[in-house]
């Protein structure tokens, strides 16, 4: 009900009215409610969320902020029923932004320096969103235009002029040439915003959007269009479009992964959007903005990672079976091929490992991991690898196999069990499902998005 908000979204030249039920986001709609109801299952409502010490309510522990190492374990904990009930698939599902919050709490001492109201607002954020487990994107790249006609600007906005001050304006609204997000009006009750960000993922289904960089602009240090802040989805002025849809075949067996975890990826515009002051974490300071930046995503990039050690043993779960199936998993080659799989997995294990043995207390008393980042790099080096393993087990077979209503024909189904299952119907079933489960993953329009992402 949450997301039946009138919210402007739109798809393919339409705009949609109900998210919850259009064909194209129903199958990540039905799937982000079953794993959040997780949280009220007997098994996991104590391993995914806990008895916040200021309300008593039982909250995410996707929000928590941890300040033991005991803590950080349980907040991991969290994060892997996360990553493994989507199968490592979904880059941003809500315990990935819901990290970039506890980020922002943790920085609130040097908000605080830059003005006195930022630190209130990131704490009581913080509390809003554990508080009502919000769902979240984020939009923090700007919109790649053509460099040689579009002028950005050169002058920085005078030192926090937006603190005790309305009705300063930076720029004429009128002018359209910036297509970055800036800030064009700052009234009594908050700033107004025109301008586009991108790649928001998971945009139609989330609650809130977060804005917390445009690291081209900060490295340039043009601090008009540095902002940090946080709005509804449902903000009038602000536009969500939408990409193309992964899946064509909604439902079908054919599309597991397109079905179920296209998380959807968007343009965000900003049509003189309205952001009350008590919504804005920082104005018009790209050093701070880029000083903070790895601090606040410290949380978010160990979700990530922990999705990574998924995602590779998913590709080992599915090439293992498919050796099976085509009776080729004692091929000295294929066995090569699989251990390689397994030592990707293992390296971002032990990885993990060791950014649990780096833990420590950031300056305002927030256990955190080791450093990561470089599990990004990684990811990026072995990434073809692991879908050319996959392709090479899987084979011609990936290419060639039928539909559910090709099943389910009469006329057709002597003919595929005894092409496909040997003429057992039960293995021409499950060879099917198999096979074109394998294709969705490593050679469909998800897969390539996947890579691509």
């Known amino acids: 009900e949450s997301l039946r908000d009138g919210r402007e979204v739109w798809l393919d030249g339409k705009r949609v009215e109900d998210v919850t039920t259009h064909p194209a986001f129903s199958g990540m709609v039905q799937e982000m409610a079953r794993m959040y109801d997780l949280q009220y299952t007997d098994k996991l409502h104590d391993i995914?969320?806990?008895?916040?010490?200021?309300?008593?309510?039982?909250?995410?522990?996707?929000?928590?902020?941890?300040?033991?190492?005991?803590?950080?374990?349980?907040?991991?904990?969290?994060?892997?029923?996360?990553?493994?009930?989507?199968?490592?698939?979904?880059?941003?599902?809500?315990?990935?932004?819901?990290?970039?919050?506890?980020g922002w709490y943790d920085v609130r001492n040097e908000l605080d320096k830059?003005?006195?109201?930022?630190?209130?607002?990131?704490?009581?954020?913080?509390?809003?969103?554990?508080?009502?487990?919000?769902?979240?994107?984020?939009?923090?790249?700007?919109?790649?235009?053509?460099?040689?006609?579009?002028?950005?600007?050169?002058?920085?906005?005078?030192?926090?002029?937006?603190?005790?001050?309305?009705?300063?304006?930076?720029?004429?609204?009128?002018?359209?040439?910036?297509?970055?997000?800036?800030?064009t009006k700052e009234l009594s009750g908050g700033i107004v915003l025109k301008g586009a960000k991108q790649l928001a993922t998971l945009a139609p289904l989330a609650n809130e959007c977060l804005v917390y960089l445009s690291a081209t602009f900060a490295a340039r240090s043009l601090n008009e269009y540095v902002q940090w802040f946080s709005i509804p989805m449902n903000t009038p002025g602000l536009v969500t479009l939408c990409r193309e849809p992964l899946s064509q075949n909604p439902g079908s067996y054919g599309h597991?992964?397109?079905?179920?975890?296209?998380?959807?990826d968007a343009m965000m515009y900003f049509n003189d959007v309205f952001v009350p002051w008590d919504r804005v974490m920082m104005l018009y300071d790209s050093d701070a903005a880029s000083r903070l930046l790895g601090r606040v995503n410290v949380l978010a990039g160990y979700s990530s990672n922990i999705r990574l050690y998924e995602r590779i043993r998913t590709f080992v779960a599915v090439v293992t079976m498919l050796a099976e199936a085509n009776e080729i998993d004692e091929v000295r080659d294929v066995r090569d091929k699989l251990g390689e799989l397994v030592s990707y997995a293992e390296m971002i294990r032990l990885a993990i490992r060791g950014m649990d043995a780096d833990a420590g207390l950031t300056d305002s008393g927030l256990m955190v991991p080791g450093d990561g980042f470089a599990l990004g790099i990684y990811a990026a080096q072995i990434s073809k690898r692991v879908l050319d393993i996959l392709q090479q087990i899987g084979g011609l077979e990936l290419l060639a196999q039928p539909s559910e209503k090709d099943l389910a024909n009469p006329e057709l189904r002597p003919y595929l069990d005894k092409l496909i299952g040997g003429g057992n119907r039960s293995v021409t079933a499950q060879r099917a499902r198999l096979f074109r489960l394998a294709y969705d993953l490593c050679a469909s329009t998800f897969a390539t998005r996947q890579e691509v992402y």
């Open 256 to 264: 597991p992964f397109s079905h179920r975890f296209d998380e959807q």
């Open 48 to 102: 995914m969320t806990f008895t916040s010490p200021e309300t008593g309510n039982r909250i995410s522990y996707s929000y928590s902020l941890p300040s033991t190492y005991k803590e950080l374990m349980a907040r991991k904990r969290n994060s892997e029923i996360w990553m493994q009930e989507s199968f490592g698939q979904l880059g941003r599902t809500p315990d990935f932004c819901s990290s970039v919050v506890c």
């Open 114 to 183: 830059l003005a006195p109201r930022l630190a209130g607002n990131a704490v009581n954020f913080h509390r809003f969103c554990a508080e009502n487990d919000i769902a979240l994107t984020h939009a923090i790249g700007d919109p790649q235009v053509d460099r040689t006609s579009v002028t950005m600007g050169e002058n920085s906005a005078p030192d926090n002029p937006w603190i005790g001050v309305g009705g300063y304006a930076l720029e004429n609204p009128d002018d359209d040439q910036a297509t970055a997000l800036k800030v």
